[in-house]
């Protein structure tokens, strides 16, 4: 299930799918608690820092799994524009979704 997390070109099965996202998501929470956790010391706004990471964070995965699959046409990156948004409107946990779906699709 968690077997080859980063590599980025293997096409996955689902269950394979699933253990991606959580292993992703768990990397993306850790990224957004130091980001937070870092500017909370400085006297800022934790939860905006978090959630700047996320929407940084979403779309770097997004093209890492699309480049590694050959699949950066006109859809690819309305993909990876479409989970920025999703990213920053509803959050990183279901803006990972659709990248774990596009793991499991072929090299192009």
Not at 32 to 37: D, K, R
Not at 73 to 93: E, K
Request: aromatic fraction near 12%; charged fraction near 10%.
């Amino acid at each position: 299930m968690f077997e080859d997390i980063f590599k980025w070109e293997l096409q996955r099965s689902n269950q394979q799918a699933f253990g991606f996202y959580l292993a992703i998501l768990g990397i993306g929470l850790l990224i957004g608690a130091l980001a937070g956790g870092s500017t909370a010391f400085t006297g800022g706004d934790a939860v905006i820092a978090g959630a700047i990471a996320g929407v940084i964070y979403c779309p770097i995965i997004a093209f890492k799994v699309l480049n590694g699959k050959n699949r950066l046409d006109p859809g690819g990156i309305a993909l990876i524009i479409f989970t920025s948004l999703i990213s920053y409107y509803v959050g990183a946990i279901v803006a990972l979704i659709p990248i774990a779906y596009c793991s499991t699709l072929s090299i192009k």
